[in-house]
């Protein structure tokens, strides 16, 4: 992958981004110099069209110049998936050779990143960053491939060393990775190691270097001082044995099961909180809009985020067995859905983070992505504000280079509607008539054993929910034995964490 050369997406020339109510111009890069920067602060981000027929529009959205349906999956990132998986045949002299190399033990964290390098969510990527690219990653939020073509990358993907295991790797061109419980997970080849400079990293990734952001407290400021970078040799397919392997399916098998599926189209759902009735309303919408559009049968890829997440977030096994219970009722239609789970990490790193959750997703063969209000977002850790705009997400993705393909879905806002009694998208004509309910009032609900209006959420969901945070108000009262200095129990407390 050679990544020197110009810095600048050039204007795209396939796909159909497009954000509600705007259309992107395909002869845009006709009045642009040919090394401009397609976006600037001073020109119209969404220029009028150049012909004076009027653009198709399906429910609100307005599509550009040159739109067709596709008919079959959309391609990967850079063309051919990559696979880092060792063959099978070759899995025992892999072993042997891995077992003779200096190797470096890695956390689960890093795990997590070994599994989505290895099945292809980041391709084209090959390995941990090396340099160039994690500086492009990083300043640009794309690399610039052998073919002068670019794809997203938002987020580096690297490895953290410190100065002793720099010092034991000495001159060799080859690591061996060992995970957490201290067995061989991959082999590290032609490394390049480089210096970690945290500050710069932390401040591009989330435009600010503020104590208290999880992920760069976890994984950035208590690790090493060095990145090591290099091809991947994975010696099997990455599993957690934790009940949950059979979600986890790689862009080659959900591929695959769009095809079983015969899908003309897949629209992709992210997300890391449990599913209520205004998300479904959105998914069911979305397939009636792509219908519309000339689909004959879009399929949903459900696809909670299953890596790191902060502490208060539900756990996944929580949240898989409510994604469960929102098929078993009817809530979505399970022939039209596939559920799966992203093994990715998650930033909290706002409109950049989301361009890597986006990019990811057409590597699984997703053509659409519904984004709604702050993606990846979340509060800022020292003062009471989110830490990023709203709407910057999604206007984000609509622009972002090496997404051009990626047709992107805002958000309709739903509420419940007190009238109707269930989840319906929000009218600003009658106000008075919706409730909002945050997930702050969601959890104390569930916290308090309380049912949520009818129609907020699948009663099986919700029981999985209330189950869940009334045994962590169980355990935040377990009762404290104090024992005197003969070791006799003198008195037991209440705690109240």
């Not at 890093?110 to 690219?133: K, T, Y």
């Not at 990083?138 to 794809?151: K, Y």
């Not at 989110?386 to 051009?404: C, F, I, N």
């Amino acid at each position: 992958m050679a990544l020197a050369g110009a810095v600048v997406a050039k204007a795209p020339t396939k796909g159909c981004p497009f954000v509600s109510g705007f259309l992107l111009n395909e002869p845009v890069q006709n009045f642009l110099p040919k090394s401009s920067v397609l976006f600037s602060s001073k020109a119209n981000l969404f220029p009028t069209p150049m012909s004076s027929s009027p653009a198709p529009s399906f429910s609100g959205i307005v599509l550009r110049k040159g739109f067709r349906v596709r008919s079959s999956l959309i391609e990967p990132d850079g063309g051919r998936l990559v696979d880092l998986v060792v063959p099978e045949s070759d899995r025992a002299s892999k072993r042997d050779e891995a077992a003779s190399l200096p190797q470096i033990q890695i956390s689960r964290i890093d795990l997590e990143w070994v599994h989505v390098l290895s099945e292809g969510w980041a391709n084209p990527l090959s390995g941990f960053m090396r340099q160039a690219e994690f500086l492009q990653a990083l300043h640009f939020n794309f690399l610039r491939l052998e073919d002068d073509s670019i794809v997203n990358m938002s987020i580096p993907i690297v490895l953290a060393i410190d100065d002793l295991q720099k010092e034991a790797i000495g001159n060799s061109k080859d690591v061996s990775l060992l995970g957490p419980g201290g067995n061989l997970v991959a082999i590290l080849r032609n490394i390049e190691i480089y210096k970690h400079n945290k500050e710069e990293r932390i401040a591009r990734t989330w435009g600010t270097t503020a104590p208290g952001l999880p992920y760069a407290e976890e994984v950035i400021i208590s690790t090493g001082n060095w990145l090591i970078g290099g091809d991947l040799e994975v010696l099997e397919q990455i599993k957690y044995n934790d009940g949950l392997d059979h979600y986890r399916l790689s862009p080659k098998e959900l591929r695959e099961e769009f095809e079983r599926r015969e899908a003309d189209a897949v629209f992709a759902f992210q997300l890391r909180n449990p599913v209520h009735n205004g998300h479904a309303l959105l998914m069911t919408d979305t397939r009636r809009r792509l219908l519309e559009m000339g689909y004959k049968n879009p399929i949903l890829l459900l696809h909670p985020l299953g890596g790191y997440t902060k502490a208060d977030d539900v756990p996944l096994s929580v949240r898989m067995e409510q994604h469960k219970k929102v098929l078993e009722e009817g809530v979505l239609d399970p022939d039209k859905t596939v559920v799966a789970i992203f093994p990715s990490p998650m930033h909290y790193a706002g409109p950049t983070e989301v361009q890597w959750h986006a990019k990811a997703r057409i590597n699984a063969g997703a053509d659409f992505y519904i984004v709604g209000r702050d993606p990846a977002g979340m509060s800022h850790p020292t003062e009471k504000r989110d830490l990023y705009d709203p709407d910057h997400g999604k206007m984000v993705l609509s622009m972002a280079p090496g997404l051009e393909r990626l047709n992107i879905l805002p958000f309709r806002v739903a509420a419940y509607d007190k009238v109707q009694k269930k989840m319906a998208f929000f009218d600003p004509l009658r106000p008075q008539d919706f409730l909002f309910i945050s997930g702050t009032k969601m959890r104390g609900y569930a916290r308090n054993g309380e049912n949520p209006p009818d129609g907020f959420m699948c009663p099986g969901g919700w029981k999985v929910l209330v189950e869940y945070y009334q045994s962590l108000q169980a355990d935040m009262e377990q009762p404290k034995v104090c024992l005197d200095r003969g070791g006799t129990i003198s008195k037991v407390d209440v705690v109240r964490n």
